[in-house]
């Protein structure tokens, strides 16, 4: 995965932090920074108490930990395991991931499984569980909660081993892409945005229901910022992962014999290159009217950053996925390749949107209202507020795979073959 946020933090100092401070479970500092020393100074001033502190200086770097205890005991959410590699999951530690919360969730992140007893909850990325590597059995208490986080497709998850006899009732909690998670997260994809949140015009997406959607605008002029000079390259796709589940690739090679589709990446089709991630956004924004946001998989929900890079990018995204796109994007603000019947007939509409400028442009009639978060927050917050909630009640599953992947006998349901729909393409 692409996003890491820069958390480099002064690793001398936080050792001499927690030896200095943290000796004992009455304060959690498990990683710090030189502001974070400046504080645990100021800590020790009696009557005050660093959490205090934070609250009424908000500038502070939000990287920085606190100590938690004794003033106003923190939650505390444990990685377990790492994901992809990145330790703080990309949320960082301490309070990072909770700064950017409407009510500023009373919780920390932290990495040290000293802590393993005392979290409130524990947070596994299924890709990287390792089952000779698990908290110890006897360990667990009953009012932790086991999560597990996974932002793969199902057709991307090792389901054999969510299947094996120590993962019934193993986990308390889903954080997943899906909206039917007990934590609905995006984090890696990101999510469209109202610019005006207050705006009675302006729906959150993505919605959770069929209702909450407000009619399309009316207007005719739009005044979008898209400069269409040098736009007049038709569809660029920067893709690595060559052979996928969707077919996508093939899907791309049927539709490049009714309008030229160049692609960029290990995949590439021609002599195209880009030097860097920012240069092919570039050539994307500048050249390219539209973009492919194929997913690797089509499955329920599944949509990725690939949908937003182009809606970040002044393109418009040619969707192709399992998920109902109606419930990610304002109608009007992207092409789904399922609402035509062939590769040419969704050729037919682009190419026509090649030559039509002012049709073109009403596909960028979302940026008077919306905006692209890369790396929305929304999940942690809302796992915080699951910890603290009082009403939250108990929960396992007893089935995670059959959960995950919709495991009926042997058919998966949440996930389908390119075969099942309208667009008919091999
Ligand atoms: C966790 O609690 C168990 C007893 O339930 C204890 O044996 C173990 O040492 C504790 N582990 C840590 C890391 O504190
Ligand atoms: C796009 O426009 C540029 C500059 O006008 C021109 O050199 C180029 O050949 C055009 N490309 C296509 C694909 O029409
Ligand atoms: C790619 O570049 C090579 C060498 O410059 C050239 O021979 C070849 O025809 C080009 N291929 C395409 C598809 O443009
Ligand atoms: C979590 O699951 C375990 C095992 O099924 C259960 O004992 C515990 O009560 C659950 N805790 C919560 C907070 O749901
Ligand atoms: C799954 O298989 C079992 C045993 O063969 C059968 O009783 C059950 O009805 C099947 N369930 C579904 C949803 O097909």
Not at 145 to 160: A, K, Q
Request: include cysteine; proline fraction near 5%.
């Amino acid at each position: 995965m692409e996003h890491r946020l820069d958390l480099t933090l002064v690793k001398g100092l936080n050792s001499w932090m927690n030896r200095r401070w943290c000796s004992s479970k009455t304060l959690l500092c498990s990683s710090s920074s030189f502001l974070g020393a400046v504080l645990a100074v100021y800590y020790l001033f009696p009557g005050h108490c660093g959490h205090q502190f934070l609250t009424h200086h908000q500038q502070i770097p939000a990287a920085i930990e606190l100590p938690a205890y004794p003033c106003d005991r923190k939650l505390i959410i444990l990685y377990w395991t790492k994901y992809f590699g990145t330790a703080d999951f990309g949320f960082g530690t301490g309070r990072a991931p909770f700064i950017e919360c409407p009510d500023r969730g009373a919780c920390l992140t932290t990495t040290d499984r000293s802590f393993v007893n005392d979290s409130d909850a524990i947070i596994f990325h299924a890709r990287d569980i390792n089952v000779n590597d698990l908290p110890p059995d006897g360990w667990r208490r009953p009012h932790q909660h086991y999560i597990f986080l996974l932002y793969e497709s199902p057709e991307n998850t090792n389901l054999d081993m969510l299947r094996q006899p120590l993962f019934r009732h193993y986990f308390n909690r889903t954080m997943t892409y899906r909206r039917d998670s007990d934590v609905f997260d995006l984090h890696p994809y990101g999510r469209m945005e109202c610019i005006d949140a207050a705006s009675p015009s302006c729906t959150e997406f993505p919605r959770t229901t069929q209702n909450n959607i407000i009619q399309a605008d009316s207007s005719t002029s739009v005044p979008v910022n898209v400069d269409l000079t040098f736009k007049n390259r038709t569809i660029a796709w920067f893709v690595s992962n060559c052979k996928t589940n969707s077919r996508r690739e093939l899907l791309a090679s049927k539709l490049s014999q009714f309008i030229p589709v160049d692609i960029y990446g290990a995949c590439k089709n021609g002599n195209n290159t880009c030097i860097d991630r920012a240069a092919c956004d570039e050539t994307l924004s500048r050249h390219y009217r539209f973009y492919l946001s194929f997913e690797n998989s089509l499955c329920l929900d599944y949509v990725t950053e690939k949908l937003y890079r182009p809606l970040q990018f002044s393109a418009v995204p040619v969707v192709y996925g399992g998920a109902d796109y109606s419930m990610y994007l304002p109608a009007g603000s992207y092409v789904n390749a399922m609402d035509f019947d062939s590769p040419e007939h969704l050729a037919d509409h682009l190419n026509k949107l090649m030559v039509d400028d002012e049709l073109y442009l009403t596909y960028f009639r979302w940026k008077e209202k919306y905006t692209i978060k890369r790396f929305p927050k929304i999940g942690m917050c809302q796992l915080c507020r699951l910890l603290g909630d009082p009403e939250t009640k108990d929960k396992s599953y007893a089935d995670m795979a059959g959960w995950w992947a919709g495991d009926v006998n042997g058919t998966n349901q949440i996930c389908q073959p390119s075969t099942n729909f309208r667009l008919k393409f091999s």
